[in-house]
């Protein structure tokens, strides 16, 4: 078992729909949780980070965490095409201060 | 505010050849990390700086690989004896002290290196 997973897509939605994005992983001591964003040829952004049970908003983004389920999402209203990308879930190790990263899904936003 | 760079942003080297890559964080920022990016592999963890020490180097697939760190800013990458499967993007990454459950660490553009 990975110890971050997430569905590596195409998830393909139209333009102003709702993007839903998912992530699980496998260490139950990880404290953090962060998700990035990755153009191609491009380095990771980091959009959104949280750390408590429930949702966190900004903008747009919502990043919603589950610790009992291991489960992290981010949600992305009114879609726009300019958010295709690659989103990189990646989690805390509770050890270290080292990220682990899932595969990343592919987003397409079509107009 | 100037964020992460790396330099150079490209390398192409032969296979044997020892290369240096060299990341210079967000001033203030304590912390340093290095991941690589290759296809298939995703994003993976090498190490972390705080400071000047390497408290967490597991991610160093080989003993070809160190890296060093100076002055509590900038650090360097060597690679040794360089082979094909080193043929990656190298990445940067830093991040503030304080709490340190949570800090988030932002990246810097990354050097592509090629190994012919």
């Known amino acids: 078992q990975k110890e971050v997973e997430q569905n590596s897509g195409p998830l393909s939605v139209p333009e102003g729909a709702i993007a839903s994005l998912n992530c699980t992983y496998s260490?139950?001591?990880?404290?953090?949780f962060f998700w990035y964003r990755q153009y191609s040829g491009k380095s990771p952004e980091l959009i959104m980070f949280?750390?408590?049970?429930g949702d966190k908003e900004d903008g747009r983004f919502t990043a919603q965490l589950n610790k009992a389920s291991q489960y992290v999402s981010l949600l992305i209203r009114d879609s726009q095409p300019s958010d295709s990308a690659t989103y990189l879930c990646?989690?805390?190790?509770?050890?270290?201060?080292?990220?682990?990263f899932g595969q990343g899904t592919t987003l397409q936003v079509k107009p | 505010g100037a964020g992460v760079s790396q330099s150079p942003s490209n390398k192409v080297t032969e296979k044997g050849k020892d290369v240096e890559l060299r990341c210079d964080p967000i001033?203030?920022?304590?912390?340093l990390y290095w991941y690589r990016q290759s296809l298939g592999q995703g994003l993976e963890f090498l190490i972390y700086f705080q400071g000047n020490s390497a408290p967490d180097k597991s991610g160093l697939p080989s003993d070809r690989f160190s890296a060093e760190r100076t002055g509590g800013s900038v650090s360097t990458l060597t690679i040794q004896r360089t082979q094909q499967e080193d043929s990656a993007v190298y990445l940067c990454?830093?991040?503030?002290?304080?709490?340190?459950?949570?800090?988030?660490?932002?990246f810097g553009p990354g050097t592509r290196l090629t190994v012919l």
């Open positions: 990646a989690v805390r190790s509770s050890n270290t201060g080292k990220l682990i």
């Open positions: 260490d139950r001591g990880s404290q953090s």
């Open positions: 949280i750390y408590s049970n």
């Open positions: 990454a830093s991040s503030s002290s304080g709490k340190p459950s949570y800090n988030e660490q932002f």
């Open positions: 001033s203030g920022h304590t912390a």
